[in-house]
């Protein structure tokens, strides 16, 4: 399927493969652990690698900082030439590290001198894994919902439907908000994490049950969901294996684009404090920090896990269209005659 | 008479349009009694109403449907689904369309099976490959794990009735089981239905095709506008018609 996507539907493919084996990698190719901090490091800027020693190429290294405040009394970080520590390759199964005291900040640090590099593939186990949970469990009952209503019709249709409809006439976010506050506030990460991964099904499921329903409504009047009837095959037989199957080609490329959705629901309830929680970092609250304007200005770095969330949403909309295009191919050309 | 299936004054209405108008006739057991008449004359309604599958917008309006001694029409759904395809097959006009593109024909026939008898798995296999081979398929195997479309045209109606007959049911509804086909492949559909009836299976034979008739039916329903304007043994109506409209048809026929 992939080798069938246009050349713009390849690269954001691999684009997000990257990522994701970026993010299940994330302990051996970052190095340092999402917490570990160190203050006199605040804000400090991304760490310049040295290729050159007195214009010899030597084993790279990075010089140490020192900390100087300017005239504004403002924090400035400079180049501590007496100090150097070498970059070690695969050294206590990481695969870049420095000798402490020195620190390598390859994308900057934040307020607590954490890592930045380190802290957004540590947050994007959570950010790229908590919108295809979400979209998982709002597939499965996205499926199983419209399903039914499309298949039974009738009474069983208009109230299933009329529930949807409930979900989809409040304002995601809003409901998002309200469903994160019946949560209990003392969860522990792991808790806050499945929380949010229901919350966000819970807004979406109704959407795609809606349109499994339309297409359900249509194949049930196919001659072989008719003659499975006639043969006394179960009903939930017939809607399983006769009937969702043939909405698949659809399912698939929706649930591209709307893990990208569920991607930007968590950034969203992160950045207002309601998502995952400091030290554990998502592209979310890691985004946080850069709410005051005031450290965007002097360290315009900590503004980088949008740019993440910006390409992960990019990509997972773009191989959403590849998909559709490659299984409706008639889906185009229909289009440009209008 | 020992009756298998008796339909008594049946009604079937779409709003205030009558499409089968107080229809009765009996099906014996063993027998083959055609359903004829033109397009729109009813007799598909009446074949979906015994299996009390006929569209939403229609209504059984009065009528019974004694089959097995139990009125059809009072059964549960429940009821209703433990005798469809196990006491009742039925065979399309369309096979292709009748059989999911998405899976094989054997895969379609053990869900049939398993729908309504415990066999293991390994029993269903057999029985499947048993009921491909008596409607003398030439490779059971084969067709067992080909596709819908893989077959060719009578194959995959030879299929269809292997399908019907799988949980071997007393009753066979076969909706115009040839009009598609060419006329070899219709002396050879025509021929399995024999057989079957050597096996005490009766057979409701809804069709257009008097030549089928001629061939198999014992007896002949004969539909107009959903009104039985004649009924009676096949080659007696065919012989000598009475009514002016199955007069009409035996013509067109000859």
Request: neutral net charge.
């Amino acid at each position: 399927m992939i080798a069938k996507f246009s050349l713009t539907g390849k690269i954001c493919f691999w684009i997000l493969v990257l990522m994701y084996a970026a993010a299940i990698f994330a302990n051996f190719i970052c190095p340092y652990h999402y917490d570990d901090e160190d203050r006199d490091y605040s804000y400090c800027p991304p760490t310049a690698v040295e290729f050159k020693d007195h214009d010899r190429w030597v084993h790279p290294f990075v010089y140490g900082r020192r900390l100087t405040f300017n005239e504004v009394h403002r924090r400035v970080y400079v180049k501590d030439f007496t100090q150097k520590y070498e970059l070690h390759l695969f050294k206590m199964g990481r695969l870049l590290s420095v000798d402490a005291p020195g620190r390598f900040y390859l994308w900057g640090a934040d307020a607590r001198g954490r890592d930045l590099f380190s802290r957004i593939w540590y947050g994007a186990r959570i950010s790229l894994s908590i919108g295809i949970f979400g979209v998982l469990i709002s597939f499965i009952l996205g499926l199983i919902i419209g399903g039914i209503a499309g298949y039974y019709g009738g009474w069983i249709d208009q109230v299933l439907m009329r529930i949807c409809e409930m979900f989809m006439m409040i304002p995601g976010f809003y409901l998002m908000l309200a469903l994160r506050a019946v949560v209990p506030e003392n969860f522990n990460s792991l808790e806050v994490y499945a929380s949010v991964v229901v919350i966000l099904a819970l807004i979406g499921w109704a959407s795609l049950a809606r349109i499994i329903r339309g297409m359900a409504l249509s194949v049930r009047e196919r001659d072989y969901v008719l003659a499975a009837k006639t043969f006394g095959v179960p009903d939930i037989v017939i809607i399983v294996k006769h009937v969702l199957p043939q909405t698949i080609s659809y399912s698939l490329a929706s649930l591209m684009l709307t893990v990208s959705s569920y991607i930007l629901a968590e950034a969203g309830l992160s950045v207002v404090g309601l998502g995952i929680q400091d030290p554990i970092p998502s592209w979310g609250n890691l985004l946080s920090d850069a709410m005051q304007i005031v450290p965007v200005i002097f360290a315009p770095w900590i503004l980088l896990p949008g740019l993440f969330i910006f390409i992960a949403v990019v990509c997972f909309n773009v191989v959403g269209d590849s998909i559709r295009d490659v299984l409706d191919p008639t889906f185009n050309e229909s289009s440009t005659n209008l | 008479m020992n009756e298998l299936l008796t339909i008594k004054d049946l009604t079937v209405a779409v709003g205030e349009k009558l499409l089968v108008n107080q229809a009765s006739f009996e099906v014996s057991q063993g027998k083959i009694v055609a359903i004829a008449g033109g397009s729109g004359s009813g007799k598909t309604t009446i074949g979906l109403s015994i299996l009390n599958l006929l569209p939403a917008a229609l209504r059984i309006a009065r009528g019974q449907i004694i089959f097995e001694g139990q009125d059809l029409l009072r059964l549960n759904s429940q009821e209703l689904r433990e005798r469809r395809g196990a006491r009742i097959g039925m065979v399309f006009q369309e096979p292709l369309s009748a059989f999911d593109p998405l899976f094989t024909i054997g895969q379609q026939i053990d869900e049939v099976l398993a729908a309504h008898t415990s066999m293991t798995k390994q029993e269903r296999y057999q029985q499947t490959l048993e009921v491909l081979s008596q409607v003398e398929l030439p490779d059971p195997k084969r067709a067992f794990q080909s596709y819908p479309h893989q077959l060719s045209g009578g194959m995959r109606q030879r299929a269809m009735i292997a399908q019907a007959i799988a949980c071997s049911p007393s009753l066979i509804i076969a909706d115009e089981p040839t009009s598609n086909l060419d006329v070899t492949l219709q002396v050879k559909i025509n021929a399995i239905f024999k057989v079957l009836k050597t096996k005490n299976i009766s057979t409701l034979l809804i069709t257009h095709d008097l030549g089928m008739i001629n061939q198999l039916a014992d007896e002949v329903v004969i539909l107009r506008q959903g009104n039985v304007v004649e009924k009676g043994s096949a080659s007696q109506v065919i012989a000598t018609p009475i009514d002016p409209y199955t007069r009409q048809l035996v013509e067109a026929f000859q």
